[in-house]
C-alpha cells in the first residue's frame, strides 16, 4: 500500500479558492482517474506548517495504479482547464508529489 501526497502553496488570500478548486476537481475529474472519496484526505496547514500550505493525500495499492491513474489523467476531460484556473492561486514552483510506501503498525503485525 502506499500514500501518493501532493503539496501545493496557496497566494496569499488565496487558500479558499484553492480548497475550492480541490473539491470541484474531486466531484469531477477524480471519478476519470479512477479515485475514489475513501481513498483520499485534504489537509491545510496550522501549527508548525504554513498556513497556505495544503496536502492532498491519495492510498492506492502500489506505483502501479497510482501510474495508470495519472495515463488517465492526460486525457481527463477537465483537467488542464481546472490546472489553469488553480495556477492562478498557487504559488508557482511549489507543487510536488511525495509518495510513501505504508508499513504495518505493531498491532497489525
Not at 2 to 19: E, K, Q, S, T, Y
Not at 24 to 42: F, H, L
Request: avoid cysteine.
Amino acid at each position: 500500500m502506499i500514500l501518493a501526497r501532493w503539496d501545493i502553496d496557496a497566494r496569499f488570500g488565496h487558500r479558499d479558492a484553492a480548497l475550492a478548486l480541490l473539491r470541484e476537481w474531486w466531484r469531477e475529474i477524480a471519478p476519470q482517474v479512477g479515485w475514489t472519496p475513501d481513498q483520499v484526505r485534504v489537509s491545510s496547514g496550522s501549527l508548525g506548517v504554513a498556513e497556505s500550505r495544503l496536502e492532498v493525500e491519495v492510498r492506492l495499492a502500489d506505483l502501479a495504479e497510482l501510474n495508470d491513474a495519472w495515463t488517465r489523467l492526460a486525457n481527463a476531460r477537465g483537467q488542464e482547464e481546472w490546472a489553469r484556473a488553480l495556477s492562478e492561486h498557487i504559488v508557482s514552483g511549489t507543487p510536488r508529489w511525495r509518495i510513501y510506501r505504508l508499513e504495518p503498525t505493531a498491532e497489525a503485525g
